[in-house]
């Protein structure tokens, strides 16, 4: 991984005033519930649509996620045609629409397209959440709004959570208002976020270029790891806890919140653990992954609540650290680089973690044993904690020595 201390790029800083910083932070706070805030109302969605197959009611939550990835591959030719407020807008009134659209309609092929919009729009929305303050903050602030911004999104996730799950009581369609919140980012950016042409290294245009994964490759590999491991939790946690720990439907969403409120405060305090400890933090998010994880799988409450604790903090850590790596690696340039890479890989790690982790879990440690997906989560942070120590051991060789 790169230093802080590495000298990669001088920017003046600019006179960016609070409130473009709160609009770019607004972002943040909605790209998470692209699909955590329906999965409180699944349930309830299934029983409605009973004569769908459950396949397809499934991809209610995890259809947007592809389109994500799809577009922040297409994100540099898209810059080249916008500027930021043109495509933050763009982006905010199709979540606004998709989004809050589902409300009106009940058949659940045209849902799914208003699903894959809603992945479009994220996809425009995202690489600006984190691109734009690499674009105007110097390196020695990234650290801390990274750390903010992952604040935010793990805020987002608490509020479209708890929201959601309280509207789609009164009605199934009623947890999809819950998109109306895009309503306010879309205003702040209207107001105070300014119009740019983002620049870009990339001078041909070309949407993906093997050289540019090649340099980049730590953060966007260490990206997919991470979102690999940590959506072991989501995926499984309910069922383990009520069918081996027999916790109940209160106590397991009170820890599963507790996890997201975690993730928040390590995200507000991410700045100071940089500087402190800016040395070691590569390692905190693969090793607490590990210790989570492990803790696991001894079957008692307090264990499981320090487990979920950990993994929390590696989320809150983790996350604001790659894309701080990443900005500080890319210079203004990130946006239009190798934040669309980084968003790829996170919602690519959402995506195929359930595929890869079931049938690995299943192949290794049978159908019968619960905790086997866990299992799976400690092989892949040991390979996320080789990873981190062989790109560090392999950029702090002297320039002769790299082939």
């Not at 800083?13 to 955590?36: P, Y």
């Not at 109302?41 to 029983?47: R, V, W």
């Not at 994100?75 to 495509?87: D, E, G, N, Q, Y």
């Not at 996809?123 to 303050?133: D, H």
Request: a positive charge; glycine letters at 6%; charged letters at 10%.
């Amino acid at each position: 991984m790169v230093e802080l201390t590495t000298p990669l790029y001088y920017m003046e800083k600019k006179n960016v005033s609070q409130k473009v910083t709160a609009t770019i932070l607004s972002m943040s706070l909605l790209t998470v519930m692209a699909g955590a805030a329906i999965a409180p109302a699944l349930g309830i969605i299934k029983a409605h649509f009973s004569d769908a197959p459950a396949m397809l009611v499934q991809f209610i939550i995890s259809l947007p996620a592809l389109l994500i990835i799809i577009t922040n591959l297409l994100f540099l030719p898209l810059s080249r045609l916008m500027r930021t407020r043109a495509i933050a807008t763009t982006g905010l009134l199709l979540y606004v629409l998709a989004g809050a659209g589902c409300y009106f309609i009940d058949d659940i092929y045209v849902l799914l397209l208003l699903r894959a919009v809603l992945g479009i729009s994220v996809g425009l929305i995202m690489p600006l959440s984190t691109g734009l303050l690499s674009y105007y903050f110097p390196p020695e602030e990234q650290a801390r709004l990274m750390g903010l911004s992952a604040a935010m999104n793990q805020m987002g996730g608490v509020v479209a959570t708890l929201l959601a799950g309280l509207l789609a009581t009164i009605e199934w369609n009623c947890a999809f208002l819950v998109y109306l919140l895009g309503l306010i980012t879309l205003v702040m950016v209207w107001l105070w976020l300014p119009d740019e042409q983002l620049e870009s290294a990339n001078k041909r245009g070309i949407p993906f270029q093997p050289r540019q994964l090649l340099k980049f490759h730590p953060s966007v590999i260490g990206m997919l790891l991470l979102m690999m491991i940590f959506f072991v939790f989501p995926t499984n946690f309910a069922v383990v806890a009520s069918e081996q720990l027999k916790l109940t439907t209160e106590l397991t969403t009170f820890i599963m919140v507790g996890l997201d409120v975690v993730a928040f405060f390590a995200g507000l305090v991410f700045g100071e653990v940089m500087h402190r400890f800016r040395h070691s933090v590569k390692y905190f998010a693969p090793v607490l992954f590990l210790l989570g994880y492990v803790s696991y799988l001894v079957p008692n409450v307090p264990m499981v609540a320090l487990g979920s604790a950990f993994i929390g903090i590696a989320n809150g850590i983790g996350v604001p650290y790659l894309n701080t790596i990443a900005s500080i690696k890319g210079g203004k340039n990130s946006a239009t680089t190798v934040m669309p890479m980084l968003s790829a890989a996170l919602y690519l790690g959402q995506f195929i973690s359930p595929v890869v982790v079931i049938p690995v879990s299943r192949m290794l440690f049978g159908n019968a044993d619960l905790s086997g997906p866990y299992k799976v989560a400690i092989l892949l942070s040991l390979l996320f904690v080789a990873q981190v120590y062989l790109t560090r051991h392999f950029q702090s060789l002297p320039p002769e020595r790299k082939p």
